[in-house]
């Protein structure tokens, strides 16, 4: 391995990172669509060589714009590259902007490559005794190469030598310029010898030596005894021209004529402001918070300089006596709006003990009250029920406005102290979150760096880590307070970052007020209603899949021949490949044999192993996932209380965990019969209330498909009625199978599924599937038009919206590599439906919650939202008649051309009620 020099002058070869860059993952947007992948990667290796060096001297070199002389010698030279992609292109300008904000000299010098003017200015260091250290991934500067001057590529960290340039190349420095002459270079154009490829040429120069010297004596060649040996030396003298021209075209030069020489490379303080604005743009979060933080940028060494965030310098108080207090519920009082925010003992909102609450009513001044700071030592706090008692009032103010950042969490805390908290009119995850849902996600810290420029106080930072993390409680009062007062301040900045943005979309805006914002209360209430859990069932079918599981792994030994470790990937690809030979139909990244889910599911349609293997998996992820872990999940009242996360999915769905209800499967037998384990208490039931087929009567809605509409309007089975155009049989007389395949179209279709996916999930033919999808088409024209058109809009808006206004930004929808593209038309003609979906059933839980509100407390309970199905806890006695009015209730949450249906099913668990 070449041992680096101390303090090197370091080149860096920017037009080979630029390009090597964009063609790496990660493939990056911001949320305006806008790639970013190719800043990101070169900003990285910069810094990674920074860290590195720590150098004193140094400069970024690119290709100016314009031919070189090289055209001149050469017209054709490079001209079979491509133009450069207009999403690579529009990064050029950042990246430079970057380079120079981080206080590295940059250089682009016309009528020559970044190559030449490296190469000159690394002979001019080495003749000045200076070691240099050449960064690139071009094999052409490999004949830079000396003692002086090393090159390391930063992307795979390799470092050469003039050992490590034989090693690599077969012949020393000093021939790689005659080495690519003789073999040419189809990516710049340059001819080299016909026919002499890599063995050849080196054959020849390890041989006899340079060009010079196999040209000196032509005939010599014919004695190497390479292939082709014999009838070299007249290929040589027919085409001596195009050897001598490929020479010149491949020799870097080493004289450019340069206005600076390399003492003037000096690397000065970066200019952070600049920075900051930079990478914010870029939305570079990380690097953002370390250049706000004085951390490093990545450039430099760190000077003594303040970080560029004193304009998100705040004021705050820490309230300790009766009069501080008196004071800011004064000012709370007459404010227009509140940002509030408490600090509890647990993020679990069924364990968390309030702490403290902190206030802001302007956005340079900050409170925080605390209550319960208990570590010895800890100064004197008010009473926090006499405290709740006074603030109650005006917590319950429905004419005083609130704002938070995630506020169902507080509204479940102050819940549980007593406290009904109203008046909840904004919350930032919210506002960020609707103004754009795939823009990263939307936690404080990260909206603070990204739309306020400001790195926020972590909780790790004042808490510690791991298992000694302390708990709010116990964190010294000066650094909490600070802590807890920049949360309410970040969130009114925010706010009134944010709420102006939101607005200028109107109908975004509407779905923040109308739909997300009224859900927020309703959601606590759900959570902290619970269900309840029979864990005795959970305990016993944990036994008797752990008795499952041992029989298959059993049967699998015997069909192996052997025992092995069905999770190990290893053994996995051991025994069904090497020993038993099956195909291998995909390999990892690294070339080995894929035991992939898809694989096996292929796999599992000829042979018998890998169909015991999936059952294997499958029972042991539900054993782990729920049957095990549900009853752990059980509080002293015998109910689970998830937690539903509004600012999650892309589309507008509901998410939750802890446990996660949306993953409970519910086709095979024993994922209903977890489902069983969800039950009623004496004397009530479960009401269960779904959608049928919302998102097919959606895209009916939305495509205005004769055909569709005519089939919803009279109440037909949809997958019967599109079985029966598709396979051309009546109505009637529409197979089981028949139907099962028209399902698969229908809701393929409505996924952007392709013929290939489509024969996959049928185990047909891709011409059989690509037929079905083509008399699909032409039975139902108004979807083809629809998806057409929703391609065609994604492409120019690059969004798609729901019939409610809530919008998808699509970033990859015009990106150059084919498959991402095509994974965002796919999401375009999706979203529509499956967020208009989402919106439906949260209009539908609005008007539902305002119907509960209206009954006895007691008589009927909303438990939970799965998909497009919500479940009451309603008493035995008024099921029915409470059933017949949610249904309506739902049924009417929208407007469709088509009818929209909610059905009902009541039972003593949740599986007998769905």
């Not at 603070?448 to 808490?463: M, N, S």
């Not at 190990?568 to 025994?575: A, M, N, R, V």
């Not at 409970?664 to 489902?675: D, F, K, L, T, Y």
């Not at 139902?780 to 038009?785: A, F, I």
Request: net charge negative; glycine share 6%; with cysteine.
């Amino acid at each position: 391995m070449a041992q680096l020099p101390e303090n090197p002058l370091i080149l860096v070869d920017g037009s080979s990172y630029l390009y090597r860059a964009y063609h790496a993952p990660p493939h990056l947007t911001n949320s305006k669509g806008e790639p970013t992948g190719a800043v990101y990667g070169v900003v990285n290796m910069l810094r990674s060589l920074i860290r590195q060096f720590n150098p004193s001297h140094m400069a970024v070199v690119f290709d100016a714009k314009g031919k070189t002389f090289r055209d001149d010698l050469y017209p054709e030279y490079k001209s079979h590259r491509p133009p450069m992609p207009d999403d690579l292109r529009s990064q050029i300008q950042p990246v430079h902007d970057i380079i120079k904000a981080m206080g590295l000299p940059l250089l682009m010098v016309d009528g020559v490559e970044a190559d030449d003017v490296i190469g000159t200015l690394a002979k001019q260091a080495e003749q000045a005794g200076h070691r240099v250290v050449i960064s690139t991934g071009d094999k052409d500067m490999a004949q830079l190469v000396t003692n002086n001057i090393t090159l390391i590529n930063t992307m795979t960290g390799t470092v050469m030598d003039p050992d490590g340039v034989v090693s690599k190349f077969g012949v020393g420095p000093e021939l790689i310029i005659d080495l690519l002459a003789m073999m040419g270079d189809k990516v710049d154009n340059i001819p080299g010898l016909p026919g002499v490829g890599e063995k050849t040429a080196l054959a020849m120069l390890q041989g006899i030596g340079g060009l010079d010297a196999i040209y000196g004596d032509p005939d010599a060649v014919a004695t190497l005894g390479f292939r082709g040996a014999k009838t070299m030396p007249k290929k040589l003298r027919e085409n001596e021209r195009e050897a001598f021209l490929s020479y010149q075209l491949a020799t870097i030069k080493l004289d450019v004529p340069l206005s600076l020489s390399t003492g003037d490379l000096k690397v000065i303080a970066p200019d952070r402001d600049a920075l900051a604005k930079l990478y914010g743009e870029m939305e570079f979060r990380r690097w953002l918070g370390e250049v706000l933080d004085g951390a490093g940028n990545g450039a430099a060494p760190d000077s003594e300089e303040e970080p560029a965030s004193k304009s998100n310098e705040f004021r705050y108080e820490t309230i300790l006596t009766e009069g501080q207090l008196t004071q800011w519920l004064d000012k709370l009082q007459k404010a227009e709006l509140i940002a509030l925010d408490t600090e509890t003992t647990s993020l679990n909102y069924m364990e968390a003990e309030l702490v403290g609450l902190s206030f802001a009513v302007e956005a340079d001044l900050g409170a925080y009250l605390p209550l319960a700071h208990n570590y010895e030592g800890a100064p004197q706090q008010l009473d926090r029920d006499t405290v709740l008692a006074r603030l109650k009032p005006l917590l319950e103010n429905a004419s005083l406005k609130k704002v938070g950042q995630n506020l169902k969490y507080d509204i479940s805390v102050l819940a549980r102290h007593g406290i009904s908290l109203q008046g909840v009119e904004f919350d930032t995850m919210l506002e960020s979150y609707c103004f754009n849902s795939t823009a990263g996600r939307h936690n404080m810290d990260d909206l603070a760096l990204k739309y306020l420029g400001h790195k926020t106080v972590h909780f790790e930072e004042i808490a510690g880590k791991g298992a000694k993390q302390k708990t709010f409680n116990q964190v010294p009062l000066e650094q909490a307070a600070h802590y807890a007062a920049e949360d309410a301040v970040i969130t009114l900045r925010l706010h009134q970052h944010l709420l102006p943005r939101l607005q200028e979309l109107e109908r975004c805006h509407r779905v923040f007020r109308d739909i997300e914002m009224p859900l927020v209360p309703i959601l606590s209430a759900i959570e902290r209603q619970g269900v309840l859990l029979d864990t005795d069932l959970l305990h016993q079918q944990s036994t008797e899949i752990a008795n499952l599981l041992d029989a298959l792994e059993q049967q699998a030994h015997d069909l192996a021949g052997e025992s092995f470790n069905l999770s190990s990937t290893k053994q996995l690809q051991q025994i069904l490949f090497d020993k038993l030979g099956y195909p291998v139909l995909k390999k990892t990244p690294k070339g080995a044999p894929s035991t992939a889910e898809e694989v096996l599911q292929d796999l599992a349609l000829d042979y018998e192993l890998p169909k015991l293997i999936l059952e294997h998996r499958s029972l042991a992820k539900l054993k782990s996932t729920y049957t095990d872990k549900l009853p752990l999940l059980v509080q002293p009242s015998g109910r689970v209380h998830t937690s539903y996360h509004q600012a999650v999915t892309a589309t507008g769905r509901l998410s939750s965990s802890d446990p996660n209800l949306q993953n409970i499967p519910i086709r095979s037998e024993q994922g209903r019969r977890i489902r069983q384990a969800f039950i009623a208490p004496q004397g009530y039931k479960l009401l269960a209330i779904d959608y049928s087929q919302i998102e097919l009567r959606i895209m009916a809605h939305l495509s205005q498909d004769k055909g569709l509409l005519e089939a919803f309007a009279q109440g037909k089975d949809v997958h019967r009625a599109t079985a029966a155009e598709v396979f051309g049989v009546p109505f009637d007389d529409v197979t089981t199978e028949q139907r099962r395949r028209a399902k698969a179209v229908n809701f393929g279709l409505i996924y952007g599924m392709s013929a290939f996916g489509l024969a996959k999930q049928l185990h047909i033919s891709r011409g059989e599937a690509q037929q079905y999808i083509d008399v699909y088409f032409d039975r139902y024209p108004g979807v083809r038009r629809y998806m057409e058109d929703t391609r065609k809009q994604a492409h120019d808006n690059q969004f798609v919206e729901t019939l409610f206004g809530r919008r998808l930004h699509l970033p990859d929808i015009n990106a150059r590599n084919k498959m991402r593209q095509q994974a965002a038309e796919r999401t375009a003609i999706n979203a529509p439906m499956q967020g208009s979906a989402a919106d439906i059933i949260k209009r539908a839980m609005i008007s539902v919650a305002g119907y509960l509100a209206k009954q006895d407390g007691d008589e009927i309970r909303m438990l939970m939202q799965v998909h497009d199905e919500l479940v009451f806890e309603v008493k035995e006695a008024q099921a029915e008649s409470h059933s017949q009015a949610l249904c309506q209730l739902m049924a009417d949450a929208a407007q469709l051309d088509v009818p929209l249906i909610a059905e009902a099913g009541i039972g003593d668990n949740w599986d007998e009620a769905h």
